[in-house]
Nanobody, 118 residues
Framework: VQLQASGGGLVQAGGSLRLSCAAS????????MGWYRQAPGKQRELVAS???????NYASSVKGRFTISRDNAKNTVSLQMYSLKPEDTAVYYC?????????????WGQGTLVTVSS
């Protein structure tokens, strides 16, 4: 599976951004798609995920501000981010997992930087 992420950039606090990620290759095995992020000096953390059946999961820090969505026909996952805060600044990585996977992620995208200025 290859993942190509897009979006990200610089935004002021309170602003919005949309991240997108397209999967290609052996996509038949994908169950979960989502996003992790890693801020400087911190561990990578789960931001949001969505299953093939559209069950979603959000980190408490983004719940109510971020919305994850998925298009199974196009094999894409998007993350709409509202009310961004400086603490949302991080490199955002899209990922996929198969249903049987016990790993945090099977495949990672290349990462896209989100910078929120105060």
């Amino acid at each position: 599976v290859q993942l190509q992420a897009s979006g990200g950039g610089l935004v002021q606090a309170g602003g919005s951004l949309r991240l997108s990620c397209a999967a290609s290759g052996s996509i038949f095995s994908i169950d979960v798609m989502g996003w992790y992020r890693q801020a400087p000096g911190k561990q990578r953390e789960l931001v949001a995920s969505i299953t093939r059946s559209s069950s979603t999961n959000y980190a408490s820090s983004v719940k109510g501000r971020f919305t994850i969505s998925r298009d199974n026909a196009k094999n894409t996952v998007s993350l709409q981010m509202y009310s961004l805060k400086p603490e949302d600044t991080a490199v955002y990585y899209c990922y996929t997992k198969s249903r049987a996977s016990i790993s945090r992620a099977d495949y990672w995208g290349q990462g896209t930087l989100v910078t929120v200025s105060s």
